[in-house]
């Protein structure tokens, strides 16, 4: 590894010299544990460095975050996915063990966790839907219905404001709500247009020319469409290239879903996927728009690959006060 150029590398993150040291020697572990498996996939090897990790009591986030930038750094996007895989949305599990004792109590807590605990921090994505569904099936039987609504559509996702401080800023400049949602939509466009053009991934995935004309005709995507005092927003698919090349309706849901902790499950099958989880996503789209007027807002979820459809859509009620024209 060129270890001046990956010490350059981490240096534009702002750590300090002890993380920059520690990070380096996580990635030179890595690189020789993945010298040494070459008979199978590099997905594969990611996981079972990672196995490894667990049982060390290694696998904190900066230790799995230095694998993505190897990946990044190495130009090698299959581990950068792989290690994306593991973090992403990491904190949803141990966040709804904190909420469910805020709101329910940590009796019913420990009831619904009971035998299932947390999943490790790397936890591959396919074991993720066991530690998750039977704690959401256990809660439908605890809690009435709109209360699991409400804790979920608050989001399990960690989004502290300064992820959204922009959109605030350019819905000011704009001349109302329907202007902000045309610029927000524009500018997504852009955005993976020019990931596209720079041949470098969006997030964990490729744009290709058919996922730029299938966002670029829809402004619901990542975006949203007003009606009255209704903003409709459909998700990007997780993997929008595969998405639109499929043609069977469980590998599309697949390849649309991007929750980490349903996706696999989606087409391995063998669990029950409560579709009241995806409130949670329903609360991770309306934030954008939360932090944009300043208030908590309702959203309601409309279509989700796990109740059978081919697509996640909610809907999101503005305040009934906003000055909609």
């Not at 401080?165 to 020019?194: A, C, G, M, P, T």
Request: glycine share 4%.
């Amino acid at each position: 590894m060129d270890r001046e150029g990956f010490r350059t590398l981490l240096k534009t993150r702002n750590l300090t010299e002890e993380k920059i040291v520690a990070a380096i020697a996580i990635a030179e572990r890595f690189e020789a544990y993945l010298a040494a498996s070459t008979n199978q996939p590099v997905s594969v090897t990611i996981l079972a460095f990672c196995k490894a990790l667990i049982q060390e009591q290694q696998n904190t986030y900066d230790n799995l975050l230095t694998l993505a930038r190897y990946g990044r750094f190495t130009r090698n996007d299959e581990i950068y996915v792989a290690a994306l895989e593991l973090l992403d949305g990491a904190e949803a599990q141990p966040n709804l063990y904190q909420r469910v004792a805020q709101i329910f109590g940590e009796a019913i807590r420990d009831e619904v966790f009971d035998g299932i605990g947390i999943a490790p921090l790397g936890t591959p994505s396919i074991e993720k839907p066991f530690y998750m569904f039977p704690v959401i099936d256990r809660l439908v039987q605890k809690v009435s219905l709109p209360e699991l609504e409400k804790l979920l559509s608050d989001c399990l996702r960690d989004l502290p404001y300064i992820y959204y401080k922009n959109e605030r800023r350019k819905y000011k400049n704009s001349r109302n709500i329907d202007h902000y949602l045309q610029k927000r939509h524009r500018s997504f466009v852009r955005e993976i247009r020019k990931c596209q053009q720079e041949g470098r991934l969006f997030f964990s995935q490729e744009i290709t020319d058919e996922v730029v004309e299938f966002v670029k005709n829809n402004q619901e995507i990542e975006s949203g469409v007003r009606e009255g005092n209704i903003v409709y927003v459909t998700k990007i698919p997780y993997n929008a290239k595969l998405y639109l090349a499929e043609c069977d309706p469980t590998l599309k849901r697949y390849y649309a879903c991007h929750c980490p902790w349903a996706r696999e499950a989606i087409k391995n099958g063998g669990l029950h996927l409560n579709p009241v989880f995806c409130n949670c996503s329903g609360g991770f789209t309306k934030k954008p728009l939360e932090i944009v007027l300043g208030q908590k807002l309702q959203v309601e979820l409309l279509e989700s690959v796990l109740q059978g459809d081919l697509r996640c859509r909610f809907a999101i009620h503005l305040p009934i006060n906003l000055e909609l024209a």
